[in-house]
């Protein structure tokens, strides 16, 4: 069955002080794999698409990567702008159409 | 430029009512979908359709019926609401082709409470 598992569910940071995201996910035969950030009370935004082992995308502080098993959403020196609910979500191959979301990582950064 | 527009923003109903959300885009994108957002559960996919007169179900399609007409409007109907339908439901489309294949634009929402 394919699955998208996000990690942690809920993190805390002071302003400036870097950490990653966690994405893994099981499915069979990759398509893409996609990074959403969420407002509260808005629909989800896209941030990155990544198709395949080894690629890296960059958007100002955020660098999202990925392996065969998961993806990293990494946040260099983040402020408190960055404060929102980040979704990964991957589309297997053979199931053209249905995006599969995980529950999402809510992140707070503090001034 | 409006994207995908979702109506109504709110709406309260009481059990075994009937309603439609409504979904338009103006981004001729082929794939429109309806999701769903719980506390918890991340997004999960009602029904999609990637063409007008094509639908099919998703995740979670019980107790819900999609059409599409027109390339523009996909709109999601509740048969007979229950609570458990209660819920923030999220309307989104992309183009099937091209570099913006498959990434979603998302519609505001419209936060349903089922009584």
């Known amino acids: 069955e394919d699955q998208v598992t996000q990690s942690p569910e809920a993190l805390r940071l002071q302003e400036g002080e870097s950490s990653s995201l966690n994405c893994s996910y099981t499915?069979?035969?990759?398509?893409?794999l996609f990074w959403y950030r969420q407002d509260p009370g808005k629909g989800p935004e896209f941030l990155f698409t990544?198709?395949?082992a080894g690629e890296e995308k960059e958007k100002e502080r955020l660098k999202a990567t990925l392996t065969k098993k998961e993806s990293f959403l990494h946040i260099t020196a983040p402020k408190p702008e960055d404060s929102a609910t980040y979704l990964c979500?991957?589309?297997?191959?053979?199931?053209?159409?249905?995006?599969?979301f995980g529950q999402g990582t809510t992140l707070q950064v503090k001034p | 430029n409006a994207g995908v527009t979702q109506t109504p923003k709110f709406q309260v109903l009481k059990t075994g009512q009937s309603m439609t959300l409504q979904c338009a885009q103006d981004?001729?994108?082929?794939?429109m979908s309806w999701y769903r957002q719980d506390p918890g559960m991340g997004l999960r996919l009602i029904h999609y359709?990637?063409?007008?007169?094509?639908?099919d179900q998703g995740e979670v399609p019980n107790g819900y019926n999609v059409s599409r007409s027109t390339t523009e409007d996909f709109p999601l109907r509740l048969l007979s609401a229950a609570p458990s339908q209660t819920s923030v439901y999220f309307c989104?489309?992309?183009?099937?082709?091209?570099?913006?294949?498959?990434?979603?634009?998302f519609g505001a929402g419209s936060r349903l409470t089922v009584l």
């Open positions: 989104a489309s992309s183009s099937t082709r091209g570099a913006g294949a498959n990434v979603l634009t």
């Open positions: 499915v069979s035969g990759l398509r893409g």
């Open positions: 990544l198709y395949s």
């Open positions: 979500a991957v589309l297997p191959r053979r199931n053209t159409g249905k995006l599969i």
């Open positions: 981004m001729n994108h082929e794939y």
């Open positions: 359709s990637v063409g007008a007169g094509i639908t």
